[in-house]
């Protein structure tokens, strides 16, 4: 699995990242077997990770929004949970359907006022996934 939640802190939680997932058929260096090459791009498209996988094997990535931490004082407002990243998944024709993906990008919880429920913070909202077929290089 890979990791690219936000952290749960103490006031807002932090956003999941955003990230995009080229996929493409590829060729192991040393048997010649067909493998699948996942690259995956930050939210400004610098290459971050490169997994090489059989195809029954899955990958999963989690872009999750960070929770927000209780308050115990009336007075003040709790935290906001973070906002989920966004998925792009870019999937070579090369690949069809024969691959193993999942994914989770939901927004954090909200922090709550143990004291005032009116100072409670809101949840993130989750992320966006997209799923396109096209060539990948």
Known sequence: MLNFNGQWTTSNGDNGKSVRIDVKTAKHSETGEEI???KIYDDIGKLIHV???KRDVLLKVSCNGGYADK????EKRAGNGGNGGNITLNVDPSVGDNYQFDYSNIGGNAGTNTKNPLNNGTNGRDGKFTKNVKTVN
């Open 51 to 53: 997994v090489k996988l």
């Open 36 to 38: 699948l090459e996942y």
């Open 71 to 74: 308050q115990y004082n009336a």
